[in-house]
């Protein structure tokens, strides 16, 4: 429901002319509610007249944003996120703004957005903000260039010294993720360019870049400011050890990096050269050199019993571990239980690892040093059957702080997941459960290849399934458990 300020601001938002002529004698303690109201009902203009208004030093979608319970979407709306900045240039291209007492520092459009997923049709994906961005940053800047130029003319014109100082440039600042892949590569490279100077100044906090060339890749880092980078993700970018030691130098300025993403990195420790050893080593010895490392991904390399050489060298307890489809050996799990990584991890992603033999007593082992800081286990694909989960469930059962776990595509049958969720009714913590379809749940065809197949879904035995399902719902609500399991 909406509050009564929020249903006057949607009002007073809803027309734009008279909203202008009232703009002047708005006290600004209104801005933000009115700035909320405009954002969830698209009215663009009012939007990009608020914000070349703004009478904040920082414009915070954090703040302005969340908890707005008409914004639902976790992705702004494409036209609303387009106005913004609008505004913002409109700001800084408009000399009477600054007269005018405005005084906008900076653009915080973190926070909003957690996925790079395009939701709904009027949403903006993290990739086309990207781009929007970069290309206000560039427009501005040559616009900002051109204006330098007229006035020197100007001057040159009345006879004063072509090198007066000019005026320090007003600028705003935008914090912001970015998203980029070779399509938008040299965009960004150019708005991060004009952004040491210009008036439009990126700050990225987290870092995706998707199928960049090394060369590309070790480009955008050096440009990037390297003041509150959290988080740098490089996938597919298929890049080697080689290529990880020449990209990882650029990334130790990042002080404030906490967060490093590698996952399809081509890292294959299999017949290793002694150059490659070497490598290896190298490749440890500067991630040890991020200080401020907490989360790591390292998922879809072939690590096999090197984890101990990998993460020997940082000093500091991570806190997310990701070795999806590493090909671990006993030995990997043993040592990781042992280091002092296991002190405070609450991620740990070991899907697609063969847990159902010989990784079992370590995985038991490991479960049972990290249950009281654990929050987040994912174990998609780890061939675990009903005997292999019961034998893990006491544990399990021990991580009581647990919220997440997912189980998907583990050939588990009704019967399995029956005595799963009995025993997980009582970590009181836990608020979702991906769990497989059960093996049980497939047709009888035998032609039909092995059951748990995720490319079988029409092998599915829906009635089966339906019935499953609703036993499920049953048990939980008989625990007084929402349901949440899916
Ligand atoms: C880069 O990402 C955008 C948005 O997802 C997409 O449209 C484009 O095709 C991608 N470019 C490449 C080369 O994959
Ligand atoms: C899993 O690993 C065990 C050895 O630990 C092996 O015997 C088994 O065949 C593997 N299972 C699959 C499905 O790959």
């Known amino acids: 429901m909406l509050s009564l300020v929020c249903l006057c601001a949607q009002k007073v938002v809803s027309d734009h002319a008279s909203l202008r002529r009232a703009l002047d004698s708005i006290p600004r303690e209104l801005y933000p509610q009115l700035f909320t109201a405009a954002f969830r009902d698209r009215k663009t203009l009012v939007l990009q007249d608020l914000v070349q208004r703004w009478p904040f030093s920082v414009l915070s979608f954090q703040e302005l944003l969340q ?40 653009l915080d459009m973190t926070g909003a957005q957690d996925t790079v997923l395009e939701q709904g049709p009027d949403a903006m994906s993290l990739w086309s903000r990207t781009v929007t961005l970069a290309k206000a940053c560039i427009d501005l800047s040559k616009r900002c260039r051109d204006e330098a130029t007229q006035a020197a003319k100007r001057r040159r014109g009345h006879g004063d010294s072509p090198l007066a100082p000019s005026t320090p440039i007003d600028f705003v600042e935008v914090k912001t993720d970015l998203f980029v892949n070779s399509t938008s590569y040299s965009v960004l490279r150019e708005a991060l360019q004009a952004s040491t100077h210009g008036p439009l100044r990126l700050r990225c906090r987290d870092l995706r870049a998707e199928e960049l060339s090394l060369r590309s890749t070790v480009g955008l880092l050096e440009l990037l400011n390297p003041a509150g980078v959290r988080q740098i993700d490089l996938r597919f970018n298929n890049l080697g050890l080689d290529g990880l030691n020449a990209i990882l130098p650029a990334m130790v300025k990042f002080g404030t990096l906490r967060s490093l993403k590698l996952p399809y990195s081509n890292i294959d420790v299999r017949r290793l050269t002694p150059d490659m050893e070497d490598a290896m080593g190298k490749f440890a010895a500067l991630i040890g050199r991020l200080r401020s490392l907490k989360e790591l991904n390292l998922g879809s390399s072939r690590l096999s019993g090197r984890l101990r050489q990998l993460l020997g060298s940082i000093e500091e307890p991570l806190e997310c571990l990701e070795l999806a489809f590493c090909f671990l050996l006993p030995a990997d799990l043993y040592y990781l239980s042992r280091s002092p990584h296991i002190s405070n991890l609450k991620k740990l992603d070991l899907s697609g690892n063969n847990l159902s033999e010989l990784l079992l007593p370590p995985f038991q082992q490991l479960l049972s040093t990290v249950s009281s800081s654990l929050l987040y286990l994912d174990i998609m694909e780890c061939k675990l059957s009903d005997s292999a989960l019961s034998s893990v469930l006491p544990t399990l059962c021990c991580c009581t702080r647990l919220r997440y776990l997912g189980l998907f595509w583990n050939p588990l049958s009704s019967q399995g997941l029956r005595t799963l969720v009995q025993n997980c009714v009582r970590l009181r913590e836990l608020q979702l459960v991906v769990y497989p379809y059960p093996t049980d749940c497939y047709g009888d065809d035998p032609d039909r290849g092995t059951p748990y197949s995720p490319l079988l879904d029409n092998a599915i035995d829906q009635e089966k399934l339906t019935q499953f399902s609703a036993e499920l719902q049953e048990m939980l609500v008989w625990a007084e458990r929402t349901p949440a399991a899916s």
């Open 67 to 106: 908890g707005d319970p008409g914004q639902l979407h976790p992705n702004p709306s494409r036209v609303s996120t387009q106005s913004v900045i609008l505004g913002v240039m409109d700001y800084l291209g408009d000399a009477k703004s600054r007269e005018r007492g405005c005084r906008l520092r900076l």
